[in-house]
C-alpha cells in the first residue's frame, strides 16, 4: 500500500534539481517536486501549494482543505494504533 502525506512547500531549495523544503505537521523535509512541475506551473509558484508527499517525492498538489481533512485522519489512525499496541501489550500480561 502508497500512503502519501499531506504537506506544504515553504521554500524552494534548489530550483534546477526541482528540491523544495516542505512542512508536513511541523517537520520539514526535502523533497523532490519534479513530478508536479510543469509548463502551467513553474518552480518558483509553488511555495504555499499543499502536495502528497510519497518517499521524498511531492507526487500531485492538493488543497488545502483535502491535506487537513487527511492529516486528521492519519492522526485518528494512529491514535487508534496506539490503543490497539496497548491492549495487545496488557493482554500479553
Known amino acids: ?9 515553504v521554500e524552494i531549495t534548489d530550483q534546477t534539481k526541482k528540491l523544495a523544503l516542505v512542512d508536513v505537521s511541523g517537520v520539514k523535509r526535502q523533497v523532490n517536486i519534479a513530478c508536479i512541475v510543469d509548463e502551467n506551473h513553474d518552480i518558483a509558484s509553488c511555495v504555499g501549494d499543499w502536495v502528497l508527499v510519497h518517499v521524498g517525492f511531492a507526487m500531485s498538489r492538493i488543497d488545502e482543505e483535502e491535506a487537513q481533512k487527511t492529516l486528521e485522519l492519519l492522526e485518528e489512525l494512529g491514535e487508534a494504533q496506539a490503543e490497539i499496541m496497548a491492549m495487545q501489550t496488557s493482554a500479553m500480561q
Open 1 to 9: 500500500m502508497c500512503l502519501g502525506i499531506p504537506g506544504q512547500i
